[in-house]
T-cell receptor, first 114, second 114 residues
Framework: DGGITQSPKYLFRKEGQNVTLSCEQNLNHDAMYWYRQDPGQGLRLIYYSQIVNDFQKGDIAEGYSVSREKKESFPLTVTSAQKNPTAFYLC?????????????FGPGTRLTVL | RKEVEQDPGPFNVPEGATVAFNCTYSNSASQSFFWYRQDCRKEPKLLMSVYSSGNEDGRFTAQLNRASQYISLLIRDSKLSDSATYLCVVTAGAGGTSYGKLTFGQGTILTVHP
């Protein structure tokens, strides 16, 4: 089955620790995205990548980092510099990253900072 | 002013009712428009794209008014399974770093009761 997987589903972290969220897709999509969702709010774009070895900051990139070494994988690191990291993190992909392309989402990772 | 605004609701309607959601967007250069559905604690999934001529998919009708920068979603004959959060999504104009970027509204909560 083709799709997007994210792991882990739930993640707990102590303040001051970095943590990496996994996102893998086997849809052969060029573009991948990371969003954050807080209660009662829409999704906000953290980073996106339209091609391997290239990525761009979204609206709220501070305190986050990404890499895109393989087409299938787009891991997100939440660093200790992120002031309020507790949120629902969603990874998505689309065929080419054009505005008309449908974005398909993974099941998400719920990060809680203790 | 938010880029994409929705009435957060919640809307509580009986089965069989007709319900309409509205959404306004601020960027007149926006190119593409979508409605996504998000179930509780799940990822968003595309419900339908919105075309200038309006489009219908079964019980769902989406309309776009570019002059007023307004999008709507009409659900007829509501089912219990329609209970979810409905997200209005707009893409920025083509070109530059905004290419392909989705902007999400905060969502409208719908509960359909027996």
């Amino acid at each position: 089955d083709g799709g997007i997987t994210q792991s882990p589903k739930y993640l707990f972290r102590k303040e001051g620790q970095n943590v990496t969220l996994s996102c893998e897709q086997n849809l052969n999509h060029d573009a991948m995205y990371w969003y954050r969702q807080d209660p009662g709010q829409g999704l906000r774009l953290i980073y996106y990548s339209q091609i391997v070895n290239d990525f761009q900051k979204g609206d709220i990139a501070e305190g986050y980092s990404v890499s895109r070494e393989k087409k299938e994988s787009f891991p997100l690191t939440v660093t200790s510099a992120q002031k309020n990291p507790t949120a629902f993190y969603l990874c998505a992909s689309s065929i080419e990253g054009r505005g008309t392309d449908t974005q398909y989402f993974g099941p998400g990772t719920r990060l809680t900072v203790l | 002013r938010k880029e994409v605004e929705q009435d957060p609701g919640p809307f509580n309607v009986p089965e069989g009712a007709t319900v309409a959601f509205n959404c306004t967007y601020s960027n007149s250069a926006s190119q593409s428009f979508f409605w996504y559905r998000q179930d509780c604690r799940k990822e968003p999934k595309l419900l339908m794209s919105v075309y200038s001529s309006g489009n219908e998919d079964g019980r769902f009708t989406a309309q776009l008014n570019r002059a007023s920068q307004y999008i709507s979603l009409l659900i007829r004959d509501s089912k219990l399974s329609d209970s979810a959060t409905y997200l209005c999504v707009v893409t920025a104009g083509a070109g530059g770093t905004s290419y392909g970027k989705l902007t999400f509204g905060q969502g409208t909560i719908l509960t359909v009761h027996p």
